[in-house]
């Protein structure tokens, strides 16, 4: 048996040496292009927690971004707790599966009360591709920038097609930490 799991572990080595991986890139201010504002569709595959001073929450993330809708689909090991967020110009509506859906017209306070923790869904759109909201103003920091109370940090930046998106970053204020680690973006910039 224990030659079985080294040759094994022998046979893995070279594969993973073989991987193709695509190099860090460090945050810089520059990379907030304002081409990143005109990115019509993303998506992408991740892993988030939430950090609050009385709770962890990990989960893994799919977040699509279409022109009037964001589908947020998370999910705890093996699937458990799958919860999927629709936001688009009406509302906000949250299935947690089995028949349990819900809705509301204010997106943030509906997912505070459903979730226990304010999350700065509107703002998020734009700051998982590294740039700050448009419609408010920005300090920029070290490796990142604070808006509206919220300090975002880009820890790693990753190539994506022509452009620079982030591959690790936490957004914090005063109660609430959010890490993302971004494992795959899927970029589809049509312009309309």
């Given at each position: 048996?224990?030659?079985?799991?080294?040759?094994?572990?022998?046979?893995?080595?070279?594969?993973?040496?073989?991987?193709?991986?695509?190099?860090?890139?460090?945050?810089?201010?520059?990379?907030?292009?304002?081409?990143?504002?005109?990115?019509?569709?993303?998506?992408?595959?991740?892993?988030?927690?939430?950090?609050?001073?009385?709770?962890?929450?990990?989960?893994?993330?799919?977040?699509?971004?279409?022109?009037?809708?964001?589908?947020?689909?998370?999910?705890?090991?093996?699937?458990?707790?799958?919860?999927?967020?629709?936001?688009?110009?009406?509302?906000?509506?949250?299935?947690?599966?089995?028949?349990?859906?819900?809705?509301?017209?204010?997106?943030?306070?509906?997912?505070?009360?459903?979730?226990?923790?304010?999350?700065?869904?509107?703002?998020?759109?734009?700051?998982?591709?590294?740039?700050?909201?448009?419609?408010?103003?920005?300090?920029?920091?070290?490796?990142?920038?604070?808006?509206?109370?919220?300090?975002?940090?880009?820890?790693?930046?990753?190539?994506?097609?022509?452009?620079?998106?982030?591959?690790?970053?936490?957004?914090?204020?005063?109660?609430?930490?959010?890490?993302?680690?971004?494992?795959?973006?899927?970029?589809?910039?049509k312009r309309n």
């Amino acid at each position: 048996m224990k030659k079985i799991l080294l040759l094994a572990g022998v046979l893995f080595l070279p594969a993973c040496s073989m991987m193709a991986t695509t190099p860090d890139i460090a945050y810089q201010p520059t990379n907030a292009q304002s081409e990143l504002y005109n990115l019509q569709r993303w998506a992408f595959d991740g892993r988030i927690a939430i950090v609050s001073k009385s709770d962890i929450a990990q989960a893994s993330i799919n977040w699509e971004h279409l022109p009037n809708e964001d589908i947020i689909k998370l999910s705890g090991p093996f699937g458990q707790g799958a919860v999927t967020i629709q936001l688009n110009s009406t509302g906000v509506t949250i299935d947690r599966g089995g028949g349990d859906v819900k809705s509301s017209m204010n997106p943030e306070e509906f997912i505070n009360q459903q979730v226990g923790l304010f999350v700065p869904v509107k703002s998020l759109c734009y700051w998982v591709v590294g740039v700050p909201k448009k419609s408010q103003t920005a300090t920029t920091i070290e490796n990142g920038f604070e808006q509206d109370g919220w300090r975002n940090q880009y820890k790693t930046m990753q190539p994506v097609e022509n452009y620079v998106l982030p591959r690790n970053m936490t957004v914090t204020n005063e109660s609430v930490k959010l890490k993302l680690f971004i494992d795959k973006w899927t970029l589809d910039d049509k312009r309309n």
